[in-house]
């Protein structure tokens, strides 16, 4: 079994939901991106998702832009984020790890080369959010060969032909993002995904995380509430812009510690 | 399938094209496709476009023989086709009135479009107008203030410009920010991309509009000199000036296809948007593509002296037409294209875009060393009205 369907089965058998924290690696610098990965998981993460950094984010907001921007700036490559990943791996052996960026960096490493470094690296599992069903046959065979898990996204407009493409193709868990709209947007419409999940459980037979919009405890709950994990992201780079270098660890950890309370209380 | 049928149904052009966003737009891209290619089989909408072209933008266009640039270069007869003399001044607006006419259809109120130097923008500001649509512009905060003139027009027909501050603030980072405006606006909102570029059906609805080029040149040139030119030049910036007049060029294979590029400061400098001479395939905007990138992926900044030049992707269609050899793919320098651009001026009395003035460089290279009775045709794609300030700067002038 896959460490990330590992961990699902645990937190089923605990009665808990997952909470999924996304970062840029290499944001604010490469030497905080292994440190950023463990106070995730002290402060109780139980899936990192890793964003690789790209020229052209044309999916995040402004936000999730600026944080790419820094990263690139300080020289971030795919290839550092693997070797991220091998060092956090020497000291967690449990905690899952998606890599979530763009076609365009996979591609130029090719796409055996970057499964097998990724299989090589400690990676679970990986998201290529431009690479719809349509577009991602390649990938997501190289990626079963590797046994890493094709995480895929799903949004408001999708349809349930689709919701069953898409569950034929996941594994490890689906993304639904539950805006219109780029990360870091508006708050979320819990209405909306209350109605959209059973019908995405009809076709997907894997975990669903939700994802976009949520920015506080109180909303992490009630999404933990109607699905089975919850995804963090804008909130969080908010937090690693906005702290001195010295307390970002800090402020970072009690900003997760504080929402993971929230949502299992 | 023959090659002038492509794209496949999902978009593909040979291994380029495709459909590469995120899940959030794929439901207003698939919309936007099966509302196009029932359109495009529609009498109707076809009668509806044409009557705009003729009436609205002025075409046909025509060919003329520059006689006396032919002359200097002592060979091959140079032709040019006029989409200079369209309104708006280049042939982005055959593309803006054929999607405004589909945002129409599609009961969509709100326009939006990226642009570099502006001509995209001044020609969807323009469309939108002429429809009673609101306007949003993305410009990358670079450009600006580069082509004030421009943003000055778009505010003049009623647009909204707004700028781009991500990334390299040019154009690229434009269609980014407009991708995001589409995602999250995406119920009323139609996006007008500027060139044969982005995600299906993009590439194949623009070069379908632009195409319209081609297909007078087919009955044009047989009209005018008894016969189809030896060769057809375009500049390719994202490629929509040259797809349409390629397009239907594409089976007469005893006509040379040529695409120049922007050569910026010399291919051997790294600082141009030669993408199809010197880039590799990836990923960017939706489609797989030639593309600037680094060694890690990333998209690098590009340099041309003409803005619509100035861009690090081109269209899925050329790139395949370039790995097939169907088309040929050469550069041009900024100072190369300035001496055709001076030359133009004073020989013909037409002041050329800066981005077709690489097409007329690279036709007197060529005509050089060719025969009297060859026939190369120009795609004049655009006047250079809007490159007074560049021009005069780069002579050392400020106006
Ligand atoms: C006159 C003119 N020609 C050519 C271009 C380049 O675009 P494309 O390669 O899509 O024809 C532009 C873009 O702004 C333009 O204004």
């Given at each position: 079994?896959?460490r990330i369907?590992?961990?699902?089965e ?6 808990r ?6 970062v840029?690696?290499?944001?604010p ?19 990192i998702?890793l964003?690789v950094?790209?020229?052209d ?6 936000t ?6 820094r990263?690139l700036?300080?020289?971030t ?7 991220f ?7 967690n052996?449990?905690t ?6 763009y076609a ?7 796409l ?13 599992g990986?998201?290529?959010v431009?690479?719809?069903?349509e577009?991602s ?5 190289q ?6 898990d094709s995480?895929f996204?799903?949004?408001p ?5 689709r ?16 805006l219109?709209g780029v ?12 109605e959209?999940i059973?019908?995405?459980?009809k076709h ?8 976009f919009?949520?920015?506080?405890g109180e909303?992490?709950?009630a999404i ?34 504080g929402?993971?309370k929230?949502?299992?209380a | 399938m023959q090659?002038h049928?492509l794209?496949d ?19 207003a891209l698939d919309?936007?496709r ?13 009668a ?15 060919v ?5 640039l032919t ?14 003399l ?7 607006i055959?593309n803006?009135?054929g ?12 326009i ?7 001509q995209?923008?001044?020609a ?6 002429r429809?009673?649509?609101?306007c949003i512009?993305y ?8 082509q ?11 647009a ?7 990334g ?16 999250t606006?995406?119920?009323?909102t ?9 995600p ?6 623009v ?5 319209v080029v ?10 005018t ?5 030896d ?5 390719v910036?994202g ?5 349409g007049?390629?397009h ?8 040379r ?5 922007a ?7 790294g600082?141009?948007a ?6 590799r395939p ?10 600037m ?6 998209i ?7 803005a619509?030049?100035?861009y ?15 088309a040929?793919?050469v550069?041009i320098t ?5 001496e ?15 981005e ?9 290279k ?8 060859k ?5 004049l794609s655009?006047?250079?009205?809007k ?8 002579s050392?002038l400020?106006?």
């Amino acid at each position: 079994m896959s460490r990330i369907s590992a961990t699902f089965e645990r937190l089923r058998a605990s009665g808990r939901k997952a909470l999924i924290p996304f970062v840029t690696a290499g944001d604010p610098d490469k030497a905080s991106a292994v440190p950023i990965m463990h106070a995730l998981v002290d402060a109780g993460a139980d899936i990192i998702e890793l964003g690789v950094p790209f020229s052209d984010p044309m999916a995040d907001g402004p936000t999730i832009q600026r944080a790419s921007e820094r990263a690139l700036k300080v020289g971030t490559s795919l290839r550092d984020v693997l070797g991220f990943v091998s060092e956090f791996r020497t000291k967690n052996a449990t905690t899952p790890v998606v890599l979530m960026g763009y076609a365009n960096p996979v591609e130029a490493m090719g796409l055996e080369k970057f499964t097998a470094a990724a299989a090589d690296a400690g990676v679970d599992g990986v998201l290529v959010v431009d690479y719809p069903p349509e577009e991602s046959e390649a990938l997501t065979a190289q990626l079963r060969a590797r046994n890493l898990d094709s995480i895929f996204l799903l949004s408001p407009t999708t349809d349930e032909a689709r919701m069953e493409s898409v569950g034929r193709l996941a594994t490890g868990y689906v993304y639904y993002v539950s805006l219109k709209g780029v990360t870091g947007a508006a708050s979320i419409d819990l209405t909306e995904v209350a109605e959209k999940i059973p019908q995405i459980r009809k076709h997907v037979k894997l975990p669903i995380g939700v994802g976009f919009g949520i920015r506080d405890g109180e909303t992490a709950r009630a999404i933990a509430g109607i699905s089975d994990a919850v995804v963090i992201g804008s909130r969080l780079v908010q937090e690693i812009e906005s702290s001195p270098h010295d307390k970002l660890l800090a402020n970072l950890g009690s900003l997760v510690a504080g929402i993971r309370k929230t949502m299992d209380a | 399938m023959q090659m002038h049928d492509l794209p496949d149904s999902k978009g593909h052009f040979g291994p380029y094209g495709g459909v590469f966003v995120a899940e959030t737009l794929i439901h207003a891209l698939d919309e936007l496709r099966t509302t196009y290619e029932s359109l495009r089989a529609d009498p109707d909408f076809v009668a509806e476009f044409e009557y705009e072209l003729k009436h609205y933008v002025g075409r046909p266009s025509p060919v003329y023989f520059a006689k006396r640039l032919t002359e200097k270069c002592g060979g091959a007869q140079i032709w040019l086709k006029r989409e200079d003399l369209n309104h708006t001044g280049a042939h982005k607006i055959n593309n803006t009135m054929g999607q405004a006419l589909v945002a129409r259809r599609m009961g969509k109120k709100r326009i939006i479009a990226e642009t570099g130097a502006g001509q995209h923008g001044v020609a969807s500001a323009t469309v939108a107008a002429r429809f009673g649509m609101e306007c949003i512009v993305y410009m990358g905060i670079e450009d600006v203030h580069r082509q004030a003139q421009n943003v000055y027009r778009m505010k003049l027909l009623g647009a909204t410009v707004v700028p781009v501050e991500s990334g390299s603030r040019t154009l690229k980072d434009a269609l980014n920010e407009a991708m995001r405006d589409w995602v999250t606006n995406v119920e009323g909102t139609f996006y007008i991309i500027g060139t044969v570029a982005g995600p299906h059906p993009y590439p194949m609805m623009v070069r379908d509009f632009n195409a319209v080029v081609g297909r007078e040149l087919l009955t044009q040139m047989p009209e005018t000199i008894g016969r189809q030119p030896d060769a057809i030049l375009a500049c390719v910036g994202g490629g929509s000036n040259a797809m349409g007049a390629f397009h239907p060029y594409i089976p007469h294979e005893e006509v040379r296809l040529i695409g120049v590029e922007a050569g910026g400061f010399g291919i051997a400098t790294g600082k141009h948007a030669a993408t199809l001479c010197a880039g590799r395939p990836g990923v960017l905007h939706g489609n797989r593509t030639y593309l600037m990138q680094d060694e890690n992926g990333q998209i690098i900044e590009t340099h041309s002296i003409s803005a619509g030049l100035d861009y690090p992707g081109v269209g899925p269609e050329h790139a395949w037409l370039k790995d097939t050899g169907r088309a040929e793919y050469v550069s041009i320098t900024d100072e190369e294209a300035l001496e055709a651009f001076h030359l133009m001026c004073r020989l013909e009395g037409i002041i050329p875009a800066l981005e077709s003035s690489h097409a007329v460089a690279h036709a007197m290279k060529m005509a050089r060393d060719m025969s009297k009775d060859k026939v190369l045709l120009v795609n004049l794609s655009g006047r250079g009205d809007k490159d007074m300030n560049t021009v005069a700067t780069h002579s050392g002038l400020t106006l």
